[in-house]
């Protein structure tokens, strides 16, 4: 990897059977994460995927990218929830990727992480050690 390098979009359909098997995996549910019913009287604009595993996606990302390289850093801010439709397809969460820096074996990773053309993490980033 270089400075500078684009990395290509990764691209992953977030589904409400998605969300009934992170919050299985997580031990987080909260009904905001499967309810419209309960969402929507708390003021969100549906079922939102849980920001952690929108934060997985971008980690997914990441392990796309730079295979087996360790993790030395991954974070990132909730700015938006990821709202998702009550059907089959579901929505995508799009990770698009530059290489900021190549530094004494640290490769650090800035990211955009959209959905339905929003930004739904802030400042994304990672360092990996190849």
Do not use: C
């Not at 979009?9 to 098997?21: F, I, K, M, N, S």
């Not at 905001?32 to 980690?59: C, E, F, K, N, Q």
């Amino acid at each position: 990897m270089k400075a500078g390098e684009e990395l290509p979009v990764q691209r992953y359909a977030v589904t409400r059977a998605g969300l009934v098997r992170y919050a299985g995996a997580s031990g987080d549910f909260n009904p905001i994460h499967w309810s419209d019913r309960v969402a929507t009287a708390v003021g969100l604009p549906g079922v939102i995927a849980h920001g952690m595993y929108t934060m997985a996606l971008a980690a997914r990302a990441v392990a796309t990218w730079t295979g087996d390289a360790e993790v030395v850093e991954l974070g990132a801010k909730f700015t938006s929830p990821v709202v998702v439709p009550d059907d089959d397809d579901g929505v995508d969460v799009e990770v698009a990727g530059t290489v900021r820096s190549v530094e004494d074996g640290l490769v650090t990773i800035a990211m955009t992480v959209t959905s339905a053309g929003e930004k739904v993490l802030g400042m994304p980033k990672a360092v990996v050690r190849g």
